[in-house]
């Protein structure tokens, strides 16, 4: 039986008003010619549960550390291939890098309510994290040279170091990445946004604002067009770093939690965090 916190997760996910709607509605256009699809972050699998609606005969990889929402996501994945050609693996590991792999298992904080958990506390989002620790894996660990691969990441300000352990699929140009780049960035790194824009332009690949903290990131050789399609994204990451380093933590507390008992409100129910 689901928490009342997980059928929140779903409704947020899966109903007609999911936070992602649109950019789930691009996804027949961004998944075209796509064999290999790997969902870091895939809580209960959304871009799971579309892209194995579009893709036929292909192979899809699910990496969620969240042990309660790796679960449901399992069950979900199980009932979907059964419904498809593709094939779906299911990770319950962190997504990260080679630094972080040399570790062979490295802290989680999930914090059991509707907040997405990550490598990190954030204070802002949360008072409710718990430590566990988790084995580590790379994207790169699903690499296959003759796939196009299209890579969505959700991590929760750990976006870089997944970036990081993918760069076999950069060096090979045929994978793209859909992210999500968060405005606190990697706190215990101290790395921000804008250390994402320099690693993908440093590694051959063009950044294009998709929605709010959404960004495509593809094969681009040509160091201009690199550099023009950075100099777009810049403005929007340039305000969410600032707003990260210079206002006052209080500020940003008042925020957060006021947007998080706003969509709760949408829901109608009163679940998790206040």
């Not at 319950?92 to 040399?102: L, P, T």
């Not at 509707?114 to 084995?135: H, K, N, T």
């Not at 810049?234 to 706003?262: C, D, K, T």
Request: proline letters at 3%.
């Amino acid at each position: 039986m689901k928490s009342p916190y997980q059928e929140y997760l779903d409704w947020t996910y899966f109903s007609d008003r999911n936070f992602d709607k649109s950019q789930l509605d691009r996804l027949d256009e961004l998944l075209e010619g796509i064999t290999r699809f790997i969902d870091v972050g895939a809580s209960h699998g959304v871009y799971t549960f579309h892209a194995n609606r579009i893709l036929k005969d292909a192979d899809i990889v699910c990496i969620e550390a969240d042990p309660e929402r790796f679960a449901i996501l399992q069950e979900n994945t199980a009932r979907w291939a059964a419904e498809s050609t593709n094939r779906i693996q299911c990770v319950n590991a962190v997504a990260s890098d080679e630094e972080d792999r040399k570790k062979k298992e490295i802290t989680f904080y999930a914090t059991g309510t509707q907040i997405s958990g990550g490598l990190f506390a954030v204070a802002e989002r949360s008072d409710r994290y718990r430590p566990q620790p988790l084995p580590v894996v790379c994207v790169d660990d699903y690499f296959d040279a003759n796939a196009r691969t299209f890579v969505k990441i959700d991590v929760e300000g750990a976006e870089l170091r997944v970036l990081k352990g993918a760069r076999r699929h950069i060096a090979a140009g045929n994978t793209a990445f859909f992210t999500e780049v968060s405005w606190w960035g990697d706190r215990l790194r101290g790395t921000s946004s804008i250390d994402v824009l320099r690693f993908c332009y440093e590694n051959g690949l063009r950044v294009d604002r998709c929605l709010r903290s959404d960004y495509l990131c593809s094969h681009e050789p040509d160091r201009l067009a690199r550099a023009k399609s950075i100099a777009r994204c810049l403005p929007p990451l340039m305000i969410r770093y600032a707003w990260s380093r210079f206002v006052p933590r209080r500020v940003r507390i008042w925020r957060e939690r006021r947007l998080n008992r706003r969509r709760l409100a949408s829901y109608g129910s009163r679940v998790g965090e206040e």
